[in-house]
């Protein structure tokens, strides 16, 4: 089998093309704008990386849909505070550019592995969240928060209708809150672009407080890249067409923790890490306001949980990692990183005795 994916070397990307390059027999085919995270990978014979941007390379990402069996577009914006800085570039990205790429699958017959988002069920009042019953509940349109869960909500439902109409073959499935090594780049961190545990990370290691939105009892089930990769490795491996125009949800009910209790944790798992930078002052929390943090046209919603049975039964798919574990191995990964930038005088002056 010969897999494309677009955004390869991003977080989903990496991790599944290093899952089916070590687990199967199937070549990749991948592009992204760089290949950092791609490196031990790179002179594998069964992947094939081109450097590029989906907006611009459209002609070498039909040729590859066209040669391909099935097709993972990944390339998104993914982070809250760019859903308010910049929501138009959310739109062409997420929206626009995708829809070009369902398309490509429509005219050449392949299978489409669409990557939708918890987001998408917003401010939805049902105590887990069911991929083809529970309702999409999103705020007011000021609230531009919401331009990032709507964008994957059209396409989605554009491509349920080209599956009714067309033909497409396609399978979604909604991430909730993947976490794990290379989750963002600490710069990103930096420029206030990361997701909720980077940012966290960043914050520790420059000794800043944990910044906590709102009290932070907003809930959220923290899920490890190793299950969500399995959940995808399930729907490339899957016999039969039960899955086909199937939406999953792949996140981890059991980790439903709030984002204070996730500050707690990380910093509780930091403190007694031993490769935990002694000449740092000790993490500690601080509380803000979301208008003070992501600005005036932010909203959040007080629950995200997910509803698995339908993978269960279709993909025979189950979570492993629990909570812990998953930010454990996440810290570790980021603690080593961090180490490894250190010069030499740095990293005996950080060492821990």
């Given at each position: 089998m010969?897999?494309l994916i677009?955004?390869?070397n991003?977080?989903i990307g990496h991790?599944?093309?290093?899952k089916i390059?070590d687990?199967?027999n199937w070549e990749v085919y ?6 950092d995270?791609l ?7 069964r992947f ?5 941007d ?7 990402i ?18 809250p505070?760019l859903?308010?800085k ?10 626009e550019e995708?829809?070009?790429?369902v398309r490509?699958c429509?005219n050449?017959k ?8 918890s ?8 105590e887990?969240?069911d991929e ?7 705020g007011?349109?000021r609230?531009?928060r919401w331009?990032y869960?709507?964008?994957?909500q059209?396409?989605?439902?554009v491509i ?6 067309a033909?497409?073959?396609?399978t ?5 809150n993947w976490?794990?090594?290379g989750?963002?780049?600490?710069n ?6 990361s997701?909720?545990?980077t940012?966290f990370?960043?914050n520790i290691l ?6 906590i939105?709102?009290g932070?009892?907003?809930r ?7 299950d969500?990769?399995?959940g995808?490795?399930a729907i ?7 899955h086909?125009g ?13 984002v204070?209790?996730l500050a707690e ?7 007694a890490?031993?490769?935990r ?5 000790a993490?500690r929390?601080?509380d ?8 005036k046209d ?8 997910p ?6 039964r279709i993909?025979?798919w189950q ?9 454990s191995?996440?810290l570790?990964?980021y603690?080593?990183?961090?180490h ?7 990293l ?6």
């Open positions: 010969k897999i677009l955004g390869v991003g977080f991790h599944l093309t290093k390059l687990a199967t991948g592009m992204d704008l760089s290949a995270r490196k031990p990978m790179l002179d594998h014979k094939h990386f081109a450097e590029g989906i907006s611009v390379n459209r002609e070498w039909e040729f590859h849909v066209k040669k391909c069996d099935a097709v993972l577009p990944l390339v998104a914006i993914a982070t505070k859903y308010i910049d929501p138009l570039r959310v739109f062409e990205l997420d929206f995708n829809l070009k790429v490509y429509v050449h392949k299978h489409l592995i669409f990557p939708s988002t987001e998408i069920y917003g401010m939805c009042p049902d887990e969240f083809d019953k529970s309702n999409l509940v999103v007011p349109i609230n531009q331009i869960s709507v964008s994957k059209l396409l989605d439902r349920w209708g080209y599956g009714q109409k033909g497409l073959r396609f979604t499935f909604r991430p909730f976490i794990g090594p989750l963002d780049s600490l990103a961190a930096k420029e206030g672009s997701r909720v545990l940012q990370m960043w420059t000794g800043k407080p944990l910044h939105v709102n932070g009892a907003q959220r089930c923290f899920t490890y890249i190793s969500g990769v399995d995808l490795m490339l491996s899957h016999k039969g067409d039960d086909i199937e939406i999953f949800n792949f996140g981890n009910p059991v980790s439903d923790i709030s204070r209790e944790t990380l910093m509780r798992l930091y403190n890490h031993p490769l930078p002694k000449n740092l002052p993490p929390i601080e803000v306001s979301e208008e003070n943090y992501y600005g932010y909203q959040d919603m007080a629950r995200r949980k509803a698995i049975a339908k993978a269960r993909l025979g979570p492993k990692v629990g909570f812990e574990d998953a930010v191995l996440t570790d990964y603690l080593k990183l961090y490894e930038s250190l010069s030499e005088t740095e005996e002056d950080n060492a821990e005795l």
